[in-house]
């Protein structure tokens, strides 16, 4: 028996992981899902497959070149113009497929019992079988109803919540005659679920579904992925592990070397040729590529870390995953959920919080906070605001621009006409600062008391005796040399504009 393995889509629900790599080469385990799939299918003697590829092909079509190296026999269909759907990718071989074939999708986790599921669809003599599994939540899947013969009798794509009249859902696997192709259109997009299969229920066609117990995982979005690496530590998929067991649900690859003093916590994967410092933190759940280093005192509670990735000392990780070639710098801290695009840089104690993501080559300053999304720059900023105040690198962070726009900023919250003091420390680049900030204020209306040179203690007692809104002071800040600080003083009457 031949398989179909639909390996084009561009996985758009799974970037930044998928912007330079396809979907079915997205890593579980450090392998890509795409070689599990083979390893299923092998499992079960289907060792003549036929990849369709659209999206970044060389990547598949470089890794499993022939199929020699992995026991099967590859054959590549590639869509040059326009991905023709799930339907129309295999209908697109049709002449390679002369007898009864299976089609699997490239993109999923599972370990179905495949000889069983043919073995269902011979007895039935079945046109087409759907492979099914119950799920918690169908809302994202095709919803099949089946009855007690097994006959597929309705089901619905990818329903609303008020639509919904089964929890069991189609897993993108079929079992198929190679009859059932001529009732699609050649060279044109179709579907199997919107378009093939409610033909074959019009035309009462024998549709079985085949319903697992077995695990499967559509490894459709970044939640979902994290599910399946888990999953598989878990051993609740059966998936093959390229690494020594050396300790209970440890696994550890070659010439990885392991710090006495490091704390390592079942089940955890540690790829090849990795360095995990003294004192490191690894917890349960953890899954580290080949060619990683980890430096001393990082704390690794559940993140995926890809090949290549270096993790700074004191580097704190939560849940996340990290692309290839990825550096987090000292003290940084990636949160749950974050996703660090390949080959970009967290700098020292810069923090990613939950849920960010990351495209490819990006760089975050040291000390920046993300909050946000990065996907157009190319970089971003430390947060320039602090507990005293607004401070950065003197002409490189705080420029006489920032300062005229910080001024303006300032000055938009007062009323028209409000009075405002500016004071200073004697050095040059504080003079520059405060004009730029005075011009700022005088852009909106605001009325400036310039105190000039005086320390930050003279400022803060005069600017409550005096009839002002607030007043600034600048000064190089007293604990880093190459770094100014702006401070705001409350003044005796800061009134702030009506709504």
């Avoid at 392998?31 to 092998?42: C, M």
Wanted: net charge negative; with cysteine.
């Amino acid at each position: 028996m031949r398989a179909v393995l639909m390996a084009g889509g561009s996985g758009t629900r799974l970037r930044p992981l998928t912007c330079d790599l396809p979907k079915p080469m997205v890593p579980i385990l450090n392998r890509p899902i795409a070689e599990h799939i083979i390893d299923l299918l092998k499992r079960h003697h289907i060792t003549e497959i036929i990849a369709t590829l659209h999206y970044l092909p060389d990547a598949m079509r470089d890794y499993f070149q022939d199929g020699n190296d992995f026991g099967v026999q590859i054959t590549y269909a590639v869509e040059e113009d326009q991905p023709l759907g799930t339907a129309g990718c295999v209908k697109n071989v049709a002449e390679l497929l002369d007898e009864t074939f299976l089609v699997i999708s490239g993109d999923s986790v599972a370990d179905f019992d495949l000889t069983a599921a043919i073995e269902f669809h011979k007895r039935n003599r079945a046109k087409a079988t759907l492979i099914l599994a119950h799920v918690p939540n169908p809302l994202d899947f095709g919803v099949v109803i089946t009855d007690e013969q097994h006959r597929i009798r309705r089901f619905l794509e990818k329903p609303s919540s008020s639509e919904i009249f089964s929890d069991t859902v189609n897993t993108g696997t079929y079992i198929l005659e190679p009859e059932v192709l001529e009732y699609l259109p050649a060279d044109r997009e179709s579907d199997f679920s919107k378009d093939l299969f409610p033909l074959l229920l019009e035309k009462d066609q024998p549709l079985y579904g085949y319903i697992t117990k077995n695990y499967w995982c559509d490894v459709g979005h970044l939640d979902a992925y994290r599910e399946a690496q888990y999953a598989a530590l878990q051993r609740r998929v059966r998936l093959n592990v390229p690494y020594q067991e050396r300790s209970p649900s440890i696994w550890v690859g070659q010439n990885t070397y392991i710090d006495p003093t490091a704390q390592i916590a079942p089940p955890t994967l540690i790829g090849s040729n990795c360095r995990i410092g003294a004192r490191a933190q690894i917890e349960s759940g953890t899954v580290i590529g080949d060619n990683v280093t980890i430096g001393a005192d990082a704390d690794l509670k559940r993140p995926i870390l890809w090949n290549g990735v270096i993790i700074g000392e004191e580097a704190h990780l939560r849940a996340c995953v990290t692309a290839r070639g990825v550096r987090i710098d000292r003290r940084a801290h990636v949160l749950e959920g974050a996703i660090v695009g390949s080959l970009s840089t967290v700098g020292e104690e810069a923090l990613i919080n939950p849920d960010v993501r990351i495209w490819p080559s990006k760089k975050i300053e040291p000390g920046a906070t993300l909050n946000m999304n990065l996907i157009w720059g190319h970089a971003a900023h430390r947060n320039l605001f602090g507990q005293r105040g607004v401070s950065g690198l003197a002409n490189v962070d705080i420029t006489p621009e920032f300062a005229v726009r910080l001024g303006a900023a300032y000055g938009s919250i007062l009323k028209p006409g409000s009075q405002v003091t500016v004071s200073r420390d004697q050095r040059s680049i504080s003079r520059m600062v405060s004009r730029s900030l005075i011009a700022g204020l005088m852009s909106v209306g605001v009325d400036v008391l310039n105190l000039e040179a005086a320390a930050i203690p003279v400022a803060r007692t005069v600017v409550p005796t005096l009839q002002v809104s607030g007043g600034i002071h600048v000064r190089v800040h007293p604990e880093k040399p190459t770094h100014i600080l702006i401070e705001f003083l409350m003044g005796r009457e800061l009134t702030y504009p009506k709504p």
